[in-house]
């Protein structure tokens, strides 16, 4: 018989695949002798068998929940169900992954309309029972069975209303008993007639099919996505002995880490309340006190804290993230895992962790999420913008970063918003996991309500997102779609500035400026580049580009894309004319009055590069994309051409195409105009020759053919640049050497990579292409249908954004066994924007590519990952 559920005493820290995350940590910390709320963890394999047995918990896993149920009641001394001194469990989601705020919890289960009384007497404390009990009552409804908890919320403001009172601690027992009344029957109402279950057995095998079925509701989803998570690992779920923090002045809940999680500076950093339960403290409900406040409150408790606290962290040898609860003057642990972190914090971290002899350098690179070092280079306010800024208001400094947008008050709105261009900043009473969208579309987000751990702030730092939390100076609307703060008034599409270092909000939109990196991040960067066998280069297409990836260690350029270089003003009517022409002299005209633009851009380039490689694509885009479609750019084009305007036009319908991606473009327009082929190379190796004699550099160019999908195209192309070359060379008096090579951007080429060896020095994997190739659907239009996908669990993740590895790796990995089985020198890298994504680059290492190529901001993203791949497969 399988075994579906362990006991916390029976796992440890490395069955993290079968446990969980939580559940493994839980099991630890009872090997280490701390102070854990027993319990139990049913494995994710239980879950995963829930969705192949139909969204369904088997006979044989219920039964052995109801056995570790029944040791639990021992080990309590206290039954489930009791009416006179019941057992309370809470039921938490744990997948391996973190995933903080993704899934679902329920507090204070086992409660019903009978044990609440016998649980009143049995405590002393009627209004801790009646307040558990309300909060049940609202979690289970909200979590298991779907019914809104701003139902919820909205009797609780009434009843505080009519009360006269601020704070939830400060309803009586006979408050909260009206609010149970009325919650039950919020509950009836919404399940058509059905009272609140008071069978605690069914409570709980209710409760942990809903966080089975959290696993994939539709913000796991998307969190999975973001973070490249597997969609069929499943979550466990832990069943663990509730401990109270609502039971009094003795009492209380609290989330903390063992260092700060925005900067990494060593110190315990965190949050607590005293009299109450973990999601007051998360969902900002009331505002939190520091943790170092509690040495005053409760002394021998912040002592013992501080010592577990420590322990964790050397036990791990990482920065942990901890919950806990006191329960009259008692310390629990309720959980521990290594904590989110800001990429500024990991770094920091990594580096004193290795400082203070606790990890090596390889460990402290792999602590790092390759993903998160673009939070290092976004944007920070200019400093005289920044001065001349009007401050509104100020509150807590949750995520770092500068963020200036509009403003918008749902994730629907933000995330429409931002699908339309626009720089958005969220602004919520508080944020909960279903804004998870809205969250990753907005620059900043600001919220009313909620602490340094509450799920705006944590999730804002998960995502290297600016956060701004708990102004309660601001007045609020959210129906209304307005706010009032420091004597303004905003609506939607207002701008404000929020500074998520500082925690000051201005308004208007005020300048950014790019983020400069070094320190520590330099000090990563160069271990990282000891361990990685994987060259990284840009994309690049400007000068501009060019220096900001040397800056960021690009060690030259794998994509060098020609046509972004033809429409400057100067040059677009040139190009027009050259497409427009009826004959072969008229197009060497056209074109001869570009090579000086072009030549300019590759010395610009080359001189930018410092002798590090280029590869230059011959021009790509069908020509259809380069001729006007505005009247007058038509009439000064055939005012130039000595046509009439209905004359160009006509052209231009002629050269519109049915399917573009798949038509004259590529390779197939050097084939038909030669004429273009010979422009580019004498702009390459002339650039190339005067650069080498005006500042020395050795520059050997490489010349990359695109959309080949056929040996003789290759061969075509090829002769015409080789002949190009030896003429300019010859008129020069200078010989140098250079590469001439294809992207694998078609199937077909992938299929015969063997054939195309014999003609190319080098393949480049032009993966962007390849993609949609092999799927068979646009990059630009895929938008429209990816979200059913997702949700329908058809694909995971964006295949444009993440490589494809089953599919078009598969042709990937092919073509350069193939091409090297033919041409054992043949170089090969991958210049799509995979080539920044961390497990592309990944799969890039392991099949024995010797670089990839990324935008300048993804640079230090793929040199961390190609070092993590090195150090993994060591």
């Given at each position: ?811 990937v990995a092919m073509a350069a066994k193939k091409g090297r089985k033919t041409n054992p020198n043949l170089k090969l890298g991958i210049c799509g924007e995979h080539g920044g994504d961390p497990s592309s680059v990944e799969f890039c290492h392991k099949i024995g590519l010797n670089y ?23």
């Amino acid at each position: 018989m399988a075994k579906w559920v362990y006991l916390f005493k029976e796992g440890n820290a490395d069955m993290r695949n079968l446990l969980g995350g939580k559940g493994a940590n839980l099991a630890e910390m009872t090997n280490l002798g701390l102070p854990i709320p027993q319990g139990f963890t049913v494995t994710t394999e239980a879950c995963t068998d829930y969705y192949n047995s139909g969204k369904k918990i088997t006979e044989e896993i219920q039964g052995q929940i109801f056995d570790a149920l029944a040791w639990l009641e021992a080990e309590n001394g206290r039954k489930f169900g009791d009416t006179e001194n019941p057992l309370l469990v809470s039921v938490r989601s744990g997948a391996r992954a973190s995933m903080p705020g993704m899934m679902d919890t329920i507090l204070n289960l086992g409660l019903n309309d009978v044990s609440v009384e016998g649980f009143a007497k049995k405590t002393g404390n009627p209004r801790f029972a009646y307040d558990s009990y309300r909060r049940f009552i609202q979690m289970f409804s909200d979590v298991v069975m779907e019914v809104p908890k701003s139902f919820f919320e909205k009797i609780i403001d009434e009843v505080k209303t009519a009360k006269g009172v601020h704070y939830d601690t400060e309803l009586t027992a006979d408050d909260l008993k009206e609010l149970i009344a009325r919650f039950k029957q919020v509950y009836k109402d919404a399940m058509n007639g059905e009272e609140f279950p008071q069978d605690p057995k069914v409570q709980l095998m209710d409760a942990v099919k809903a966080v089975f079925r959290s696993w994939d509701n539709p913000r796991a989803i998307v969190y999975r996505r973001m973070n490249d998570i597997p969609g069929d690992w499943g979550t466990a779920v832990n069943v663990q002995t509730m401990v109270f923090g609502n039971m009094g002045d003795t009492s209380g809940t609290g989330v903390a880490f063992t260092r700060n999680p925005s900067t990494g500076a060593r110190g315990i950093y965190g949050e607590y309340l005293i009299n109450a339960q973990g999601e007051d403290v998360v969902a900002g409900v009331r505002t939190p006190q520091p943790i170092t406040k509690l040495a005053e409150d409760l002394p021998e408790c912040y002592k013992e804290f501080m010592a577990i606290a420590n322990k964790l962290e050397d036990h791990y040898r990482d920065m942990q993230d901890m919950e806990f609860t006191i329960q009259e003057g008692k310390l629990y642990f309720l959980q521990t895992r290594n904590g989110k972190r800001t990429a500024p914090a990991a770094i920091q971290i990594a580096c004193d962790l290795v400082d203070e002899g606790k990890i090596t350098p390889e460990e402290a690179v792999c602590r790092i999420e390759a993903k998160s070092l673009d939070q290092l280079l976004h944007p920070t306010f200019d400093t005289a913008a920044l001065k001349a800024g009007e401050v509104i208001g100020s509150a807590l400094p949750a995520s770092p970063g500068a963020a200036a947008g509009k403003v918008y008050f749902t994730a629907e709105d933000a995330k429409e918003a931002h699908e339309k261009g626009e720089r958005v900043i969220l602004v919520r009473l508080e944020t909960s996991p279903e804004d998870i969208e809205g969250m990753h579309a907005a620059e900043g987000i600001l919220t009313v309500r909620g602490g340094m751990t509450s799920h705006a702030a944590v999730v804002a730092r998960g995502m290297g997102t600016c956060c701004v939390s708990g102004c309660g100076e601001i007045k609020i609307d959210e129906a209304a779609k307005k706010f009032e703060l420091g004597g303004h008034a905003f609506t939607e599409g207002d701008y404000i500035s929020l500074d998520g270092t500082t925690g000051k909000i201005y308004k208007g939109d005020i300048k950014t400026m790019e983020a400069s990196v070094g320190g520590n991040f330099g000090r990563i960067m160069r271990w990282a580049d000891q361990f990685r066998k994987l060259q990284v280069r840009t994309n690049a297409d400007t000068p501009i580009d060019t220096e900001n990836a040397v800056k960021l260690g690009a060690e030259g350029i794998g994509l060098c894309r020609t046509e972004h270089m033809f429409f400057d003003p100067d040059r677009i009517p040139k190009i027009r004319k050259m497409i427009l022409s009826d004959s072969v002299e008229v197009r060497e005209a056209a074109l001869n009055e570009l090579i000086p633009f072009q030549k300019a851009d590759f010395k610009a380039m080359y001189k930018a590069l410092r002798g590090r490689p280029m590869t230059v694509r011959y021009l790509d885009p069908p020509l259809h994309e380069f001729v006007p479609t505005d009247p007058a750019d038509i009439k000064a084009l055939a005012d130039d051409m000595g046509l009439t305007p209905e004359q160009v036009k006509a052209k231009c319908d002629d050269l519109h195409e049915f399917n573009p991606m798949m038509g004259h473009r590529g390779c197939r327009l050097a084939v038909t105009y030669p004429e273009i082929a010979k422009m580019q190379t004498r702009a390459i190796i002339e650039a190339a020759i005067e650069v080498k004699e005006e500042m020395g550099y050795d520059i050997v160019p490489e010349i990359m053919i695109p959309l080949v999908g056929e040996k003789k195209e290759l061969k075509f192309v090829k002769d015409v640049v080789i002949a190009t070359a030896e003429e300019v060379m010859k008129e020069k008096g200078e010989y140098i050497n250079y590469h001439v090579g294809t992207m694998i951007e078609i199937p077909r080429a992938a299929l015969t990579a063997d054939k195309i060896a014999e003609e190319a020095e080098f393949f480049s994997f032009g993966t962007n292409d390849l993609t949609q190739m092999t799927f068979g659907f646009s990059r630009d239009d895929a938008g429209k249908f990816l979200q059913s996908y997702y949700s329908n669990k058809i694909y995971e993740s964006d295949p444009f954004a993440k490589l494809d590895q089953e599919g078009v790796g598969q042709l990937v990995a092919m073509a350069a066994k193939k091409g090297r089985k033919t041409n054992p020198n043949l170089k090969l890298g991958i210049c799509g924007e995979h080539g920044g994504d961390p497990s592309s680059v990944e799969f890039c290492h392991k099949i024995g590519l010797n670089y990839v190529s990324c935008s300048p901001y993804r640079v230090p993203i793929a040199r961390l990952a190609a070092a993590q791949a090195a150090i993994k497969q060591k």
